[in-house]
Each structure stands twice: as C-alpha cells, then as structure tokens.
C-alpha cells in the first residue's frame, strides 16, 4: 500500500459543527478530487450543486455517498451539522477487499446515493462508525491505515444495506440469475486460488458444460473468460493504485511466479505490467479506455 505521504495523502475525517452562518464547502479540490466522499448530515438542511446545474436539496438525518465523478459543492445551512469523511481509490480498494459482497460493492459504488429519513436505529448503526474515522485520522499518534480502511468498509456495507442494495440484487433474478450471481459470489472469494472450472460447477450443483451454456449465453463469454478477466482487473487496480513490485502483486493474486503472471497479463491485454503501469502512472487523471474502469459488465 502506498502510505509514503502518510495517511493524510489518502483519507480525510472532517466535522463541521453547527454555525450561525450558511456555509459553502468545495471538498473535491486538490488532492481530493479522485476520493469517495461520505457524507452524515445531522438535523437540518443543505443542498449539493452539482458541475452540470443540478441543484439536490437535503434534508437531515441522511448519508450521502459521492464518488468523484459525481462532481459538486456542498451548501450546510446554519445551525445545521454534518460529518464529512473522504477515500482515495487506494483505501477504497482495501476497503472493498475481495470478500464475496465485494463485486456487489464495487458496483454499488460507482453511482452517488442518498439515503435519507434516516431512522433512529440507522444513525444509531452509521454515526458511530463516522465519527471513529474522523477521531482516528485527527489523532496523529495512531492514524493506521488499517483501522481508516476498516471503517470504510463497515460504513460502506452500512450504507449498502441501507439503500436497499442487498435486498434489490437478490429480486426476480430467476434460475439463470440466481447461477450467475452465485458464480461471481465464487469468483469473487476465490479468483487468487485458481482452481478449475469443474470446482465452481460442483459447488453450484451444476455441470461444467451446464455452466458454461449458462455464461455463454447469458453473457457471450465462457465461465473461464469471466474468471481470467476477473484476476486481470484485479491486476490492473493493483498495478495502477499500489506501490507494490510487480512480484509481490504476483504473489498477492496466486500465481506460483512473477514470470508466469507476466505472460498471462501480457496474453490477456498486449502490455507487460510494467509496461501497464508505466501508462497507468502517465494518464493519472485523464481518460483511458486501457485503464481499470467498471464492473458492471455481469448482471
């Protein structure tokens, strides 16, 4: 993990006590302008005005999410409070992990969310997790990377539960669904272990060619297709938001050495890693089509 600058460069915990006055805070400036920001508004008011004139009243209690595409300024009422927390892609990465929920998650995450009228029993669950972020990065004697990356994760699945996402996946999906889901869900936990096909069938109950027939059609690729490109996004995160060397990504995602990893990065997108993050480092903040982007290409 790149922590060189110090935890600072990568997550930010702020408190904004009620005032007497309206205020306007620009908070995807500077070094915050690729972050995921989190936003607890108490009891009042504010607004968030988007770069495109969109204009989105709030009403408190609420949580907010805002992915950095979702460009804005946030407007605070007076007499109203509100905790604003910040992540860079790297916490997030961290944060979102490579658990079963974590593709769900990273889908999740690329869209803005409010969720609002927030009940007493869902503020009593967030507000805690909010301000332990905030007291963790504002004590500078124990700001752990660790400890930054775990709260998100808590606050991020929080907030997933809470805008309905786990419920809304598991809706009408039908018997094709339900397979396809449950193979992502293993591929999710079990990508690094680079275990055969047949295994992930006889884990779903299905036969391998069942399996493939399902992915194939579904989705015009094969179920090793949609393995293989699981561990090359992996790859590519790791290769563009870690400082990690290129063996110790190796090791990280199963493979037996860094050659072999090389030929098959090199076989899946025409670059060598190196040679990926050499272009991932020169575009920092401009539009590649090369680079890690969404997730949302299962259903």
Same mark, same amino acid.
């Given at each position: 993990?790149a922590?060189?600058g ?14 007497l ?16 920001h989190?936003?607890?508004l108490?009891?009042?008011?504010g ?6 004139g969109e ?6 209690p ?14 605070i ?10 992540a ?13 929920e ?11 969310k409010l ?5 007493p029993?869902?503020v ?43 419920r809304?996946?598991q ?10 889901? @449950?193979?992502?869900?293993?591929v999710? /936990? #079990?990508?690094r272990?680079?275990?055969?096909? %047949?295994? &992930? *069938?006889a ?5 391998a ?23 090359v996004?992996?790859a590519?995160?790791r290769?563009e ?9 190796s090791?990280?995602?199963g ?13 899946k997108?025409?670059?060598s890693?190196?040679?990926? @993050? ?5 575009? /920092? #903040? ?6 890690? %982007?969404? &997730? *949302?290409?299962?259903?």
């Amino acid at each position: 993990m790149a922590t060189d600058g110090g935890i600072h460069h990568y997550a930010r915990g702020e408190w904004h006590g009620p005032s007497l006055s309206h205020r306007r805070i620009r908070f995807q400036k500077g070094l915050y302008s690729d972050f995921h920001h989190f936003l607890l508004l108490g009891e009042g008011s504010g607004e968030l005005h988007f770069d495109n004139g969109e204009h989105r009243p709030l009403h408190g209690p609420l949580l907010a999410f805002l992915p950095p595409q979702a460009r804005c300024d946030l407007s605070i009422s007076a007499g109203t409070a509100a905790h604003l927390v910040g992540a860079s892609p790297q916490i997030m990465v961290d944060a979102i992990g490579d658990k079963v929920e974590s593709y769900s998650l990273r889908i999740f995450t690329e869209q803005r969310k409010l969720v609002e009228a927030l009940d007493p029993l869902a503020v009593a669950e967030i507000s805690p997790l909010i301000s332990g972020f905030v007291r963790e990065l504002g004590d500078p004697s124990r700001s752990s990377w660790m400890v930054a990356s775990a709260y998100i994760r808590l606050i991020l699945m929080a907030l997933w539960r809470g805008s309905d996402g786990e419920r809304s996946e598991q809706r009408g999906q039908g018997e094709v669904g339900s397979i396809l889901q @449950r193979y992502r869900q293993l591929v999710e /936990a #079990g990508f690094r272990q680079h275990r055969p096909i %047949s295994d &992930y *069938a006889a884990e779903l109950g299905v036969t391998a060619d069942r399996l493939h027939s399902i992915c194939q059609r579904a989705l015009g690729r094969s179920p090793i297709q949609l393995l293989h490109e699981r561990v090359v996004q992996e790859a590519k995160l790791r290769l563009e938001r870690s400082a990690r060397n290129i063996q110790e990504i190796s090791d990280s995602l199963g493979f037996r050495d860094p050659t072999y990893f090389s030929h098959f990065f090199k076989r899946k997108t025409g670059l060598s890693p190196a040679g990926y @993050r050499e272009i991932a480092r020169a575009s /920092a #903040g401009l539009e590649n089509s090369m680079l890690s %982007s969404g &997730y *949302a290409d299962w259903p």
